[in-house]
């Protein structure tokens, strides 16, 4: 029997906060002794914390003799500070991504400001992402280390722990973390006209594991958006870039030219080249419904029927289509240059 889950109704970071400050203070050295309970998530509580030390390339210590958690302190999610020495800094995630810089300020203020200073490799800078985004480039380039939820469900379900018996909240928490993960998993097994946008999020991650490139998001358009992923680019000469989008159940391919003169010229003729160029390669493409004008534009649409399939997508037809398109696109955008260099 399915039963009402805390989380389904608690879905801000704000909770989410809420729940990582619980959890990790059962870390604290009086719960590894008493019931059960104490013990089942204690354990678990010092697992996420190994997770954590061992994802800044450090060793938890060996004994927690105390442990001090605090949330909202000038801003950081969730602060924990262990035995006095070391400070687990942790950014949460549900979906949104950093912005304003504030991952390297949260990390200054923590060795310059706060009330009890620590030295930066004392610190251990945590960016806990449990919905997903495209990229944690930015994340690392920053100097904190992402945590996703597939790295929390690894931890979770390796531990076999008794904390799922022991305590609902945690239940709770696991079992909202694998709802979220089987509806990213889903556009394996689902049609692809029942994909919902974490479906399509699944499928975007599966494009970017299989090219090694690319990067997805929602994209806003006054029609009312899209789910789109963006890769195979390249740069040709004048600010010319040249690159695959899908926008969905459509692959389009793609322009984008600073300079407003001369851009319906080159969206013709790459039109016209790769129309001309997609029949060595086995492939179709047509005119998009109408042609654009502004930077960025759609100025072909790829003709396929590989999302249309009534049961699951082939995948490894995804993967034969995007290995013919990259060849495509590598051909096509060389016969560009040498025509026009």
């Known amino acids: 029997m399915t039963t009402p889950n805390l989380f389904k109704f608690a879905t801000s970071e704000l909770s989410q906060d809420a729940f990582i400050c619980w959890l990790l203070s059962w870390a604290d050295k009086d719960y590894q ?5 104490h013990k089942a998530l204690n354990k678990i509580a010092t697992s996420v914390l190994a997770l954590f030390f061992d994802k800044a390339n450090k060793s938890l210590p060996s004994h927690i003799d105390e442990i001090v958690v605090k949330r909202q302190v000038n801003n950081i999610d969730v602060l924990c500070i262990i035995n006095d020495t070391y400070c687990v800094l942790i950014e949460d995630k549900v979906g949104s991504i950093q912005h304003s810089n504030q991952l390297v300020r949260y990390k200054q203020f923590m060795i310059n400001d706060h009330k009890v200073t620590f030295a930066e490799d004392k610190i251990i800078p945590i960016y806990l992402q449990t919905h997903d985004q495209s990229n944690y480039k930015a994340v690392l380039k920053d100097g904190f280390y992402p945590v996703t939820r597939r790295d929390l ?3 979770f379900n390796s531990e076999q722990n008794a904390a799922l018996q022991e305590s609902d909240i945690y239940g709770d928490y696991l079992n909202h973390l694998q709802s979220i ?3 990213v998993q889903s556009f394996k097994s689902k049609p692809v006209n029942k994909w919902k946008k974490r479906a399509w999020i699944g499928f975007f991650q599966y494009l970017q594991s299989y090219l090694g490139e690319g990067n997805w998001g929602y994209v806003a358009n006054p029609s009312g958006g899209f ?3 963006w890769g195979l680019g390249h740069r040709v000469e004048n600010n010319i870039d040249i690159y695959l989008q899908i926008e969905q159940k459509k692959i389009c391919f793609k322009m984008s030219v600073p300079n407003k003169e001369g851009r319906s010229k080159i969206r013709d003729e790459l039109y016209k080249l790769f129309k001309t160029e997609a029949s ?3 492939l179709k493409v047509t005119k998009p419904k109408r042609f654009g004008s502004g930077r960025h534009m759609t100025f072909a649409v790829l003709d396929t029927d590989v999302f249309e399939n009534k049961n699951s997508i082939d995948l490894q037809q995804v993967n034969r ?6 060849k495509f696109i590598d051909h096509t955008v060389s016969q560009y240059k040498n025509k026009n260099g």
């Not at 002794?33 to 309970?37: A, E, H, N, R, V």
């Open 33 to 37: 002794t008493g019931s059960d309970k």
């Open 153 to 155: 469900l690894d931890l």
């Open 181 to 183: 993960e089987e509806a």
């Open 227 to 229: 789910m789109g992923f």
């Open 280 to 282: 060595e390669f086995d």
């Open 321 to 326: 289509l995007m290995d013919e398109v990259q």
